[in-house]
């Protein structure tokens, strides 16, 4: 209960930053209007941060925050109990956290005539529709993501200053976002972009377009697919140098 707490508490206010930079960026009347893709990218990488710090408090010391991640964890392990709880957990804090956006920049989704850019405050969408590329852009953000979290806390590279590691793993979402985010806006995380995206789906949001869900299943299963594949390179590996 605990875990499920801390997942919980974590992938909400990692959604509610990352959604609320989005939101800031985008919508009408805001004063942080047109900051751009640093101002996002930054905003998701300190997001990380406290999400991870904040799951960590309230009792998930792990704090995965994204069920690619629990998933990864689960196949380099052996042991998959965990997973289906710490997704529901991950999910409703995502879901949870994009209601909490929509009440904290209430008086602006009436300003914002445009429907793509309400849909982007709560969930991804690719730049160019070309859904082969799209799904590699997702699950390679999220292999380098897997890779990137192994690495940071492989014994090899040294013992880390309780809290610094949390750090690292938002210089590495940071890098993702500016390095690879620009095809499909690295979701690279399912309940990043299907918690939120119920919420738009069911918010009385003043003016709102459909929810895409077309495109749903694609920022879900190619994270997925990603960290899977990160998992068994791991694991290969760990053979290998063992």
């Known amino acids: 209960m605990n875990e499920f707490l801390g997942e919980y508490l974590g992938t909400l206010v990692l959604i509610l930053l990352g959604n609320g930079v989005v939101a800031g960026a985008l919508l009408e009347k805001s004063k942080a209007k047109n900051a751009g893709w640093i101002s996002i990218t930054a905003g998701w990488a300190f997001a990380v941060v406290f999400g991870i710090f904040t799951a960590k408090a309230f009792g998930s010391p792990e704090a995965h925050l994204n069920p690619a991640v629990t998933l990864s964890v689960c196949i380099q ?9 710490f997704l529901l957990a991950q999910v409703l804090g995502a879901f949870s956290a994009g209601i909490l956006v929509f009440l904290h920049y209430y008086p602006h989704w009436k300003q914002t005539e445009d429907k793509g850019l309400v849909l982007a405050v709560f969930s991804t969408d690719p730049a160019v529709t070309h859904t082969p590329s799209n799904f590699i852009s997702e699950a390679l953000g999220t ?3 897997i890779l990137g979290i192994h690495s940071i806390f492989s014994e090899a590279n040294g013992s880390l200053v309780p809290g610094f590691g949390a750090t690292l793993v938002g210089v590495l979402v940071w890098a993702i976002g500016l390095s690879m985010g620009g095809t499909t806006g690295y979701a690279i995380n399912p309940a990043r972009d299907l918690g939120p995206r119920l919420a738009h789906w069911i918010l009385p949001i003043p003016g709102k377009g459909p929810s895409n869900w077309k495109y749903a ?3 879900v299963a190619a994270p997925f697919t990603g960290a899977a594949i990160a998992a068994i390179v791991l694991k290969l590996f760990s053979k290998a140098v063992s």
């Open 77 to 85: 392990s052996g042991h998959f109990e965990r997973f289906l709880p």
């Open 143 to 145: 292999f380098v993501l």
């Open 217 to 219: 299943w694609l920022p």
